[in-house]
């Protein structure tokens, strides 16, 4: 189990992070999400061990973090590699700095480089891979000693649409056998791959939820309609049902707040055909965690 007490970290006049606990059981895979500049970055050096917090502390199995890094993986967001070096001779220096002995290294690469997806590309320079490439390569580095945890820093913020998914779907595979902590601002990535989110704004902690509980307590009486066009003479007439507490226009998009979802929806569709407005898609209830993101972080 992982346990962040009560981390403040200051730089001069600058609180980076405030006062953040957490606990992630072993086994989870969770997202720490927020906008830049949040803090995530920070917090994630300083369960790493690669800063010092001003106060708090952070445990591992109940161990301080600085006794337990073996028992650690960490992918930051731009790995540096020596572009000179071979993706084998790039592992074997990462591991060797793990206390690793050369000769397990040598006998276990080849199946390390087929997990992330780098079989065949153990004699190629790094220098020559591309962005999703180097990810992966950074994956398999921080899988090497296998770790208890593993720790990833916008893992895929800075690549392009096919490196992303070759870098999630590994994600999802090796988050069957280890505990991950995610840092990202990416929603999407999140929602697909992580069970569990714990979002940070100006440093501190503001929601620790799962997608489903985040989704629940969100979504209220909502309805939400896609038109092929906006009528606006239809808009005034809804805006004025007695049941009806507010809408919300963005391009073809409708958000309609009812005051019960079920007694009302059949009545906003019917309006809707009977001004004959032509109909993309009606939902109930269906905020996106994106939605709720912006809500809790952006907009407040």
Known sequence: MLQVKHVTKTFKDKTAVNDFSM??????????????????STLIKIISDIMNPSKGEVLLDGKPISKMKKEIGYLP?????????????????????????KAQLTNMIPDMLAKVGL????????GSFSGGMKQRLGIAQALLHKPSLIIMDEPVSALDPIGRREVLNLIQAIKKETTILLSTHI?????????????????????????EDLLSRNSGNQ??????????????????????????????????EVE??????????????????DLIRFETNN?????????LVVEK
Not at 226 to 252: C, F, M, P
Not at 263 to 272: M, P, Y
Not at 289 to 295: C, D
Request: proline fraction near 1%.
């Open 23 to 40: 606990e992630i059981r072993a086994g989870e895979c969770v997202g720490l999400i927020g906008p830049n500049g949040a803090g995530k």
């Open 77 to 101: 967001q731009y790995p540096n590699f020596f572009n000179w070096m071979t993706a084998q001779e790039t592992l074997v220096f990462m591991g060797q700095l793990s206390g690793m002995a």
């Open 119 to 126: 079989s065949g590309e153990e004699n190629a320079k790094v």
């Open 187 to 211: 929603l999407g990535d999140a929602e697909e791959i992580c069970e569990r989110f714990i979002m940070i704004k100006q440093g501190s902690k503001i929601e620790d939820t799962t997608t």
């Open 223 to 256: 309805i939400t309609l896609e038109v092929t066009a906006i009528r606006q003479e239809w808009i005034e007439v809804v805006r004025h049902l007695s049941y009806v507490k507010g809408v919300d226009v963005t391009g073809n998009r409708v958000k309609i």
């Open 260 to 277: 019960n979802i079920q007694s009302n929806k059949n009545g906003i569709l019917q309006c809707a055909l009977d001004h004959q407005v």
């Open 287 to 295: 905020e996106t965690l994106e939605e709720i993101f912006l809500q």
